[in-house]
């Protein structure tokens, strides 16, 4: 595997359940990061981890509930979503130092 | 008001047409400009880079950045159907602060043979 990988790439879900998303930076980076992509609307932070310490959460729900063991892998924990929450989220990583960031392929979600 | 303002489109050009791709800000503090393109289900890729005001070329693309007027552009000369993708604008404050990227809401360009 190179570059950055995201699982699932689909997802439905009820507003009642839990899953989570994972994400798999291979580029021996060390900052990650998630983004949410809506229809007509710009790329949107959640969340940017930098050598596995969390050092920004752009004002994120908690039904949003990020994790990073190591700079290698990154999950988003999901429950009790809404509808509104249905959106391409997107994983990102890139060196602590620079300012291209590598996207991954993105997990498509739906809430119903 | 938005940070970033980027025409949504959709825009849609002949093959070999010359394209112009456009975003303007309100930020002034806005140093470092970059275009990304994301093809459908995939994720944004970085396309061209550039530093505060000034042109860069790179083989079809043209990256133009006019920090008196806040206002950035893409070209893409001979355009051809593999160019066919949506395009964000991204830019940022800081060189190393990737974290905080600031994006427009991207022009979905299609090129027809």
């Known amino acids: 595997e190179t570059g950055v990988t995201q699982t699932p790439r689909h997802l439905v879900m009820g507003m009642t359940n839990k899953k989570s998303l994972k994400c798999e930076q291979h580029?021996?980076?060390?900052?990650m990061y998630w983004y949410k992509q809506s229809a007509k609307k710009p790329l949107e932070l959640m969340f940017v981890?930098?050598?596995?310490?969390?050092?920004e959460n752009n004002s994120v729900p908690s039904r949003f509930s990020p994790e990073c063991p190591n700079s290698s892998h990154l999950f988003l924990h999901l429950h009790t979503l809404q509808p509104e929450d249905s959106a391409l989220y997107l994983c990102?990583?890139?060196?602590?130092?620079?300012?291209?960031?590598?996207f991954g392929p993105g997990t498509r979600l739906t809430v119903t | 008001q938005k940070e970033v303002e980027q025409d949504p489109g959709p825009l849609s050009v002949p093959e070999g047409a010359i394209v112009s791709l456009n975003c303007t800000y309100s930020?002034?503090?806005?140093?470092?400009f970059m275009w990304y393109r994301q093809y459908s289900r995939k994720g944004p890729e970085l396309l061209m880079y550039?530093?505060?005001?000034g042109n860069k070329e790179d083989g079809r693309f043209t990256a133009q950045v006019d920090k008196s007027s806040k206002y950035i552009s893409l070209f893409i000369r001979d355009s051809q159907p593999s160019d066919s993708a949506t395009y964000l604008c991204?830019?940022?404050?800081?060189?190393?602060?990737?974290?905080?990227?600031?994006f427009g809401e991207g022009t979905q360009l299609t090129v027809n043979p």
């Open positions: 990102a990583s890139s060196h602590r130092d620079g300012y291209e960031q590598y």
């Open positions: 580029l021996g980076h060390n900052a």
């Open positions: 981890y930098n050598f596995k310490e969390q050092t």
């Open positions: 930020n002034s503090a806005f140093q470092y």
């Open positions: 550039t530093y505060s005001s």
């Open positions: 991204a830019m940022s404050w800081e060189e190393t602060s990737g974290s905080r990227l600031t």
